[in-house]
T-cell receptor
Framework: GQQVMQIPQYQHVQEGEDFTTYCNSS?????IQWYKQRPGGHPVFLIQ?????EVKKQKRLTFQFGEAKKNSSLHITATQTTDVGTYFC??????????FGKGTSLLVTP | DAGVTQSPTHLIKTRGQQVTLRCSPK?????VSWYQQALGQGPQFIFQ???????QRGNFPDRFSGHQFPNYSSELNVNALLLGDSALYLC????????????FGPGTRLTVL
């Protein structure tokens, strides 16, 4: 079955440093979504990427979808303490199921 | 506008028991998906309901079953509970269109002793 791998598992940065998490799928994806989960909270939708090579920005966050639609990345510029949480990618191949990666936990110290 | 609501918040059961978890979707949403999130893991897709039918199922045993009601609310039932069923159970709703974000509820924390 489809597997979605995320690296790194954990990242600890100083406030103001950049952060990147990578997502790789064993199969070609029809689309990929990114979610953020704060400690003790539930996943909250950040963005969806559909097209090959797509790049989307949300303020300090930049999302990319690979040309082969098998990988994706989330880059945060100049992290803030409010960025703390676990970032998940979730991909779809065919059908309705979203397959989540294990997530990257980000810790930001002031 | 209420978001996705789930009940109960926490639940403690013993092995072999049965449990029912409930979910009310966000207003205007007709599709409900259920996920299991073990500690330190990403959510795992259990199944999705649309028009009161199970539309797709993930890799979970038949002990996991569900139902969707005409008002789009949904239930997740788990029979013959195992210790490994201890997890956060998340309900997510979305409009019927395939390419849409999912709105997650706060989850039900199930502990099996």
């Amino acid at each position: 079955g489809q597997q979605v791998m995320q690296i790194p598992q954990y990242q600890h940065v100083q406030e103001g440093e950049d952060f990147t998490t990578y997502c790789n799928s064993s199969t070609t994806l029809s689309n990929i979504q990114w979610y953020k989960q704060r400690p003790g909270g539930h996943p909250v939708f950040l963005i969806q990427l559909v097209k090959s090579g797509e790049v989307k920005k949300q303020k300090r966050l930049t999302f990319q979808f690979g040309e082969a639609k098998k990988n994706s990345s989330l880059h945060i510029t100049a992290t803030q303490t409010t960025d703390v949480g676990t970032y998940f990618c979730a991909g779809r191949t065919s059908g309705y199921a979203l397959n989540f990666g294990k997530g990257t936990s980000l810790l930001v110290t002031p | 506008d209420a978001g996705v609501t789930q009940s109960p918040t926490h639940l403690i059961k013993t092995r072999g028991q049965q449990v029912t978890l409930r979910c009310s979707p966000k207003s205007g949403h007709d599709t409900v998906s259920w996920y299991q999130q073990a500690l330190g893991q990403g959510p795992q897709f259990i199944f999705q309901y649309y028009e009161e039918e199970e539309r797709q199922r993930g890799n979970f045993p038949d002990r996991f079953s569900g139902h969707q009601f005409p008002n789009y609310s949904s239930e997740l039932n788990v029979n013959a509970l195992l210790l490994g069923d201890s997890a956060l159970y998340l309900c997510a709703s979305s409009p019927r269109t395939l390419y849409n974000e999912q709105f997650f509820g706060p989850g039900t924390r199930l502990t099996v002793l």
